[in-house]
């Protein structure tokens, strides 16, 4: 018979774009005011993959990936997908902007063998969480490093954003194994 499991444990990531560097900052400062600090930024890169933004966010895109220190429960991530689309709502309201989306937060999970994103839009690979959520599965760790899927977005594909995730990944092994060794001392 199987027996219903905690989720595992997890490390907030978030995704910010936008052709604005103060736009970032202040996504940043806020992500950090809600979230708490973080254990790992990414260099900004060019965000050229796709032309579906220009229309809403303008060109010369460019992007920061944020991993949080804490530790979070799986099941945070419908939540955290609505408090970054009432970010963006924030910005774009602020008017300080030309372009109707200024920012664009995509909050994912870090997993030992997955890195998940949530979205909106329901596609064939994603599951329905709640409230309007779905999760995706963007990348497997397999053979020591994370991989693709057939629908992995090209700029998780980049051998440079993998890298940085399999870093993360590696604090996030650091994190479970002093928990773990907590544990197994609390049980003892």
């Known amino acids: 018979m199987s027996v219903p499991r905690e989720p595992v444990w997890s490390l907030l990531v978030v995704a910010c774009f936008s052709r604005h560097a103060s736009a970032l900052d202040w996504a940043e400062a806020q992500l950090t005011n809600e979230f708490g600090s973080i254990l790992l930024k990414s260099q900004d890169f060019s965000f050229h993959h796709t032309t579906y933004y220009e229309s809403t966010m303008g060109t010369q895109l460019v992007k920061r990936l944020l991993v949080f220190d ?9 939540d955290v997908k609505h408090f970054t689309i ?9 008017s300080a902007y030309a372009e109707s989306r200024p920012i664009n937060l995509d909050p994912g999970l870090l997993q030992l063998g997955k890195f998940l994103l949530a979205s909106t ?10 409230d309007g959520i779905f999760a995706e599965v963007t990348l497997r760790f397999q053979g020591g490093a994370f991989d693709v899927w057939p629908w992995t977005y090209a700029d998780y594909r980049e051998e440079s954003v993998r890298a940085f995730l399999n870093q993360a990944r590696a604090l996030l092994y650091e994190k479970v194994a002093l928990v773990r060794k907590s544990l197994k001392k609390t049980q003892d």
């Open 70 to 78: 804490s530790m979070v429960v799986a099941d945070c991530l419908p």
């Open 86 to 94: 009432g970010l963006e709502k924030t910005l774009a309201a602020g």
């Open 121 to 130: 839009k329901d596609q064939t690979q994603r599951i329905f969480l709640r």
